[in-house]
């Protein structure tokens, strides 16, 4: 199928070969690592949950959810701003302490602010204010 790429993106994969002793109780005689390319479907990772849809869309059904348990908190905005901020704090954690990320100190640090709106533009969605005005 010529659209798979729009559905899938790529992922690295490292396989582990050992190859063991032929009798029992010998120590390994070999061992190898190998990287290849697979697929993996957008929708069905992680990854999907911390994008801007996935985000507004992960705010909107706590906010709604706890609104049925608390019908109070439908009527206020502060608890879907109170969600939209953990979101974004949330992602923003995660993106900083991977161990594999190539941020420095200050790229950190600018990076904060920039979350700060993302999550303020969740907030936005998830209440429905249009930021063009009306």
Known sequence: MQL????NSPVKVTVKTVTKGRLPGEPELTSAESETEKTQGVFLTGRSLLTFPGATAAVLL???????MFPAILSSHWAPFILSMLVGLFIYVVGITDPKTILSRRDKLIALPIAFVNALQVFTA??????LGK
Do not use: E, N
Not at 4 to 7: A, C, G, K, P, V
């Open 62 to 68: 706590v906010w709604q959810a706890l609104g049925i």
């Open 4 to 7: 798979r790429w729009l559905f």
């Open 126 to 131: 998830v209440i429905g204010i249009s930021l």
